[in-house]
């Protein structure tokens, strides 16, 4: 199979590709279309052209939307595949075509076909998952899991925030540091266990882990085992996650551990990397 992929900025680049069916995968604000083989996403203000001259042509796209934003629909139109599909994915294929001289006549056209993902802008909503622990609001780390450092510190520069986060309204909210988030832990450990100047490894305290897991996990785990934020502090080119993970099953609570990690900034959160953020009621 030959494939051709061209990013361009317009649709008439098509006229630039050689003969051949095109498949043109339009690509809009607010998300962008991942392919399942890998190889093909279509991201940014972007057509993204393929072009098929055999059968052997397979892939299905799943529409993705940016934070703050939803998927529709697949537009419709002349020649637009997937058309008015509510359905994320989208799949183009030219397989099993052989012998079929309908099929075959189009592949060997210049005819092109389109798709093109619809997403909307969802309205931002105030933070009410949170947790007060001496006089300061604290939100669940969980609710900001899937940013990278860079898309948190863009609203939240130097701390303050001001704008939206995966559909909340952060204004009035503070990017935490260490040390902001530091009394959150020796809240629930009852000692000084972490400090500005001093990291104490929670296994050395031996019983207190088991002693302070309850505690935590009924407010900040529940129902997984362990969260990790974001913070604001760098070292050198890295930025600081901080968080507490349940690491043995002893009934009714395990074990928690405390610990520190590094990550690049850019480097997309995942599914159990949030953020740590607070405000004083």
């Not at 934003?69 to 599909?85: L, P």
């Amino acid at each position: 199979m030959a494939l051709e992929f061209t990013r361009a900025l317009a649709l008439s680049a098509l006229v630039l590709l050689a003969s051949g069916c095109k498949f043109a995968l339009i690509n809009v604000e607010g998300g962008y279309s991942q392919s399942l083989s890998t190889n093909r996403d279509c991201r940014g203000s972007d057509v993204c052209i393929f072009e098929i001259t055999d059968d052997t042509f397979s892939e299905t796209w799943t529409a993705i939307p940016d934070p703050l934003w939803e998927f529709v629909r697949w537009s419709d139109g002349t020649d637009f595949v997937c058309a008015n599909s509510t359905i994320p994915t989208c799949t183009v294929s030219s397989v099993g075509t052989t012998g079929n001289a309908l099929a075959e006549s189009i592949i060997a056209s210049d005819k092109t076909y389109y798709a093109m993902p619809i997403f909307q802008l969802i309205a931002a909503v105030p933070i009410t998952d949170t947790v007060t622990l001496q006089g300061v609001e604290w939100a669940q780390p969980a609710l900001f899991t899937n940013l990278t450092w860079d898309e948190i510190d863009a609203v939240c520069p130097g701390g303050v925030c001001n704008g939206n986060l995966n559909g909340f309204i952060m204004d009035g909210w503070t990017f935490a540091n260490l040390n902001d988030v530091f009394p959150v832990f020796n809240f629930y450990i009852g000692v000084n266990a972490l400090t500005p100047t001093q990291l104490t490894a929670l296994a050395a305290l031996g019983t207190l882990d088991a002693m302070w897991a309850a505690g935590w996990q009924q407010t900040y785990f529940s129902p997984s085992d362990g969260i990790v934020g974001r913070v604001r502090d760098v070292s050198g080119t890295e930025h600081y996650t901080l968080g507490g993970q349940e690491e043995t099953s002893i009934p009714p609570f395990g074990l928690v551990d405390f610990f520190i990690a590094l990550e690049l900034p850019d480097a997309p959160g995942s599914a159990g990397t949030g953020a740590w953020f607070y405000r004083i009621p």
